[in-house]
């Protein structure tokens, strides 16, 4: 069956850190992975995107692997703050009746320490 | 300046009931979505508008039913409320060709007693 893993529901760290978040799927072929933050009470938001042709993709403090082989997607936040804590979904976007549809993770809850 | 609006932003209703959730984009997107946000935290597809145009619709009871006037509007009408429908349903957009990067509304919690 198909499915989407994202290791940790939560995830504590020090502040000044890297957080490093894990999406890990099975028996699909996406043809790119997106990363979303969402805090409480609000709706997603897009941070990052990367295509299967891609290994790293970066964004001020943010940077995405995507890992084919491997079926996995790490999502780094260097020198993290307070302000990062969030829930981080990743999503598969698959190819299907002319348009791409993209599937969540349940995502990981990232709390960082002061 | 919202790109994408929702009302309301919380529904409290019984058992039974019929409601509706509205949905604005002024993003210029083409393509409108709903998903639904369970206690677990999972978000799902429900539905998705291309050109008024339905062309995902995933294993939804058909008490729910989307309805779009036009482009910048994806309405989501469910019928005989039942407990299992208490979630938070999320109204997105995106352009359809390209990366499908979604832009969501804030929600509708919706709570069925």
Known sequence: SQKIEQNSEALNIQEGKTATLTCNYTNYSPAYLQWYRQDPGRGPVFLLLIRENEKEKRKERLKVTFDTTLKQSLFHITASQPADSATYLCALAISGAGS???TFGKGTKLSVIP | DTAVSQTPKYLVTQ???D???KCEQNLGHDT???????SKKFLKIMFSYNNKELIINETVPNRFSPKSPD?????LHINSLELGDSAVYFCASSHVSG???LTFGAGSRLTVL
């Open chain 1, 100 to 102: 791409y549809q993209l």
């Open chain 2, 15 to 17: 058992m039974g009931n």
């Open chain 2, 19 to 21: 409601k509706s959730i």
């Open chain 2, 32 to 38: 409108m979505y709903w998903y639904k946000q369970d």
């Open chain 2, 71 to 75: 482009k910048a509007h994806l309405n």
């Open chain 2, 99 to 101: 990366a499908n990067v």
